[in-house]
C-alpha cells in the first residue's frame, strides 16, 4: 500500500556529486522519520543518515560534511545530496520511511527498492 521509489543513482568518479531522491505513495496517512541506508556486498547495512519530520538530521561519522539530507513533506519526498563522493560509498542505498497509514495505527517502515551507487578512483 506504501511505495518508496528512488531515483539519482549512477556511476560517478571520486569527488563528483549525486542526488538521491525518494518519493513515497500511497496509503499515507502521515510520515515521521525518513532515512538513507546503503549496504556494500558482504557488509550490513548501515545508516547514512536521517531525518525528522521537524526537520532534524543525523549523519554517519563518515558522511558528516559531505552529505546532506532533507526533505519536502508536502511532497513525501527525501533527498540524499552527496558531495565528493569517495570509492568507499559505493554501495545499494536504501531509502526507508516511517509510515501511518491510518491515525490510530502505529507506525511501520517502509523501503525502496534500493539504487546503486558507484564511484570509482
Known amino acids: 500500500q506504501v511505495q518508496l521509489v528512488e531515483s539519482g543513482g549512477g556511476l560517478v568518479q571520486a569527488g563528483g556529486s549525486l542526488r538521491l531522491s525518494c518519493a513515497a505513495s500511497g496509503r499515507i496517512f502521515s510520515i515521521n522519520a525518513m532515512g538513507w541506508y546503503r549496504q556494500a556486498p558482504g557488509k550490513q547495512r548501515e545508516l547514512v543518515a536521517a531525518?525528522?519530520?521537524?526537520?532534524?538530521?543525523n549523519y554517519a561519522d563518515s558522511v558528516k560534511g559531505r552529505f546532506t539530507i532533507s526533505r519536502d513533506n508536502a511532497k513525501n519526498t527525501v533527498y540524499l545530496q552527496m558531495n565528493s563522493l569517495k570509492p568507499e560509498d559505493t554501495a545499494v542505498y536504501y531509502c526507508n520511511a516511517d509510515v501511518q497509514i491510518y491515525w490510530r495505527d502505529s507506525y511501520s517502515r517502509y523501503w525502496g527498492q534500493g539504487t546503486q551507487v558507484t564511484v570509482s578512483s
Open positions: 531525518i525528522t519530520s521537524g526537520g532534524s538530521t
